[in-house]
T-cell receptor, first 114, second 114 residues
Framework: AQKITQTQPGMFVQEKEAVTLDCTYDTSDPSYGLFWYKQPSSGEMIFLIYQGSYDQQNATEGRYSLNFQKARKSANLVISASQLGDSAMYFC???????????FGKGTRLSVIA | KAGVTQTPRYLIKTRGQQVTLSCSPISGHRSVSWYQQTPGQGLQFLFE???????NKGNFPGRFSGRQFSNSRSEMNVSTLELGDSALYLC?????????????FGPGTRLTVL
């Protein structure tokens, strides 16, 4: 079974600053995928970034990057140059080989301050 | 390319009633997954359909059921509604369900049971 742990219930960041959201995972499957989603107050889950367990390089998507440390089983999301529109809930999730469903962490609420 | 659509967006029902929620996946996606999100339990997997077959099911009572049509559209049904069924129901689509495949979510249906 897979497990995701997000230890930061809430975080504040100043506009234009960078912020790191923590995520640790647990699985015995050597093949897995790690995802980050953003959920604004409207409720829609927006896909941000993906990292595969066999990827050698950290994933990047615009202002989002994933700091993947396989030995430590961590997959932290880094948002550079925070914007007011980044204020939302952020969920780390994973899936393993086969048709296993996404397993989510409890999320981190990010608040960007002007 | 149109995203995942869910109808209705909001629903208010009373205990004992039944409800049907609909999800249209991204064109070309054959897998549809359903998740329930509540403040207490977080995001929980309900079931996943691929080519009209339920391939995976979460730990929910039999009151929760679903189906998928030949055009990949999916419906979920909840019978004999309980107060605890009040939640945001999210549908996600992907080409398949694998560790390398990203699931894209719809805007959700917010169900309130009175």
């Amino acid at each position: 079974a897979q497990k995701i742990t997000q230890t930061q219930p809430g975080m504040f960041v100043q506009e234009k600053e960078a912020v790191t959201l923590d995520c640790t995972y647990d699985t015995s499957d050597p093949s897995y995928g790690l995802f980050w989603y953003k959920q604004p107050s409207s409720g829609e889950m927006i896909f941000l970034i993906y990292q595969g367990s066999y990827d050698q390089q950290n994933a990047t998507e615009g202002r989002y990057s994933l700091n993947f440390q396989k030995a430590r089983k961590s997959a932290n999301l880094v948002i550079s140059a925070s914007q007011l529109g980044d204020s939302a809930m952020y969920f780390c999730a994973m899936t393993a080989s086969g048709n296993t469903p996404l397993v989510f962490g409890k999320g981190t609420r990010l608040s960007v301050i002007a | 390319k149109a995203g995942v659509t869910q109808t209705p967006r909001y629903l208010i029902k009373t205990r004992g009633q039944q409800v049907t929620l609909s999800c249209s996946p991204i064109s070309g996606h054959r897998s549809v997954s359903w998740y329930q999100q509540t403040p207490g339990q977080g995001l929980q997997f309900l079931f996943e359909y691929f080519s009209e077959t339920q391939r995976n099911k979460g730990n929910f009572p039999g009151r929760f059921s679903g189906r998928q049509f030949s055009n990949s559209r999916s419906e979920m049904n909840v019978s004999t509604l309980e107060l605890g069924d009040s939640a945001l129901y999210l549908c996600a689509s992907s080409f398949i369900v694998a560790s390398t495949d990203t699931q894209y979510f719809g805007p959700g249906t917010r169900l309130t049971v009175l």
